[in-house]
């Protein structure tokens, strides 16, 4: 999740460059050609049933393809604020699914995890120094012809399609790698975006494209696609959902350090304690419970 936000805070001079769908295009065709050896079927790996089908193209269309739509379209119809404090209900509607689909007992601390990482997020995005600007608007322009409902509805739909991807993912990884469950959806995705992308490259002038951009897209497609569900997969493999669900508060806070570091920006007050509020989530979904010790002090080597 802090590479997803490095990388949501450095591609923006992309989405400047290219449209959203062709970028989307792009990406997963530069992360499929990366992940060409992950698509093979390892020899220990079991058949993939037609339930695993549907789930990895689930987990495509929702985290991917529909999650992309939905949250473009929200901001758009809305404000970027009023997306930060809906994507803060991201850890709570990951555990309530968790609970719900997968029959994960979610544990008192852990909803505390995730009743910080709430207060952080949405702390964070309240915060945000183009507030007011952005607020107006959205109030004065296109937006405010009876519209912005449905930016909500549509963001809200982007806070369900995350929370999917999450618990889908948790529930492919008990049967296949994290290599394929990366390279199958990113295959997905390729197959989902191509009429867009095909339509929206056909008349694109590539070659006024600076070589600068060609490497920020060759970097975001590779951490996009690749690297960032890679490491997820991996995480989902060994903890619940639930508990995954509290990392997404990294995605903000690492943005934030890198428009501080790379952009120049500056952080508030306010902004600072958004995000101790924010990593103390992250610390409390890790810290080993009471039975974890028992167990460690149980197996400890006597001398």
Same mark, same amino acid.
């Given at each position: ?35 060409? /050896? &992950? ?7 079991? %058949? ?11 987990? #495509? ?8 739509? !939905? ?10 604020? #009023? ?11 990951? %555990?309530v699914m968790g609970w719900a689909?997968?029959?994960?007992r979610v544990a008192p601390r852990?909803?505390? %995890? ?7 997020? +949405? ?7 183009? /507030? ?7 109030? @004065?322009?296109?937006? +405010? ?15 369900? !399609? ?11 990884? %008990? ?13 997905? +995705?390729?197959?989902? @975006? ?30 996009? !696609?690749?690297?960032?569900? &890679? ?22 806070? #690492? ?8 952009? +120049?920006? #500056?952080? @508030? ?6 995000f101790a509020i924010a990593l ?18 149980? /197996?400890?080597?006597?001398?």
């Open positions: 999740m802090s590479l997803v936000g490095c990388y949501v805070a450095l591609s923006k001079p992309l989405a400047a460059v290219l449209p959203v769908l062709l970028l989307a295009w792009l990406r997963f065709g530069i992360g499929g050609v990366a992940m060409l /050896h &992950w698509l093979k079927k390892p020899l220990d790996e079991p %058949a993939l049933t037609p339930q695993t089908k549907r789930l990895l193209f689930l987990e #495509s269309f929702l985290g991917n393809f529909l999650f992309t739509i !939905c949250m473009i379209y929200g901001v758009s119809l809305t404000d970027a604020v #009023s997306a930060g404090v809906t994507m803060a209900a991201i850890p709570a509607a990951v %555990a689909f997968l029959r994960e852990t909803w505390v %995890a995730v009743l910080c990482a709430v207060i952080g997020i +949405g702390l964070f995005s309240l915060s945000k120094q183009e /507030h007011i600007a952005q607020t107006s608007q959205a109030l @004065t322009g296109n937006n +405010g012809k009876n519209l912005a409902w449905l930016g909500h509805w549509l963001l809200m739909g982007a806070v369900v !399609c995350e929370a999917a991807y999450t618990v889908i993912g948790k529930k492919l990884t %008990a049967s296949l790698g994290p290599k394929r469950i990366t390279s199958l959806i990113n295959l997905w +995705g390729f197959v989902l @975006t191509t009429p867009f992308g095909l339509y929206l490259a056909w008349d694109f002038p590539f070659a006024t494209v600076g070589w600068g951009t060609w490497a920020l897209l060759l970097f975001y497609a590779l951490a996009a !696609c690749m690297w960032t569900v &890679w490491l997820w997969m991996t995480g989902l493999k060994a903890v619940p959902a639930a508990q995954g669900g509290v990392f997404s508060v990294m995605l903000p806070v #690492s943005a934030a350090a890198v428009g501080v570091v790379a952009l +120049g920006e #500056s952080l @508030t007050t306010l902004q600072l304690i958004a103390a989530s992250v610390v409390l979904a890790t810290l080993p419970s009471r039975a974890a010790m028992r167990v460690r002090q149980n /197996h400890r080597p006597v001398d």
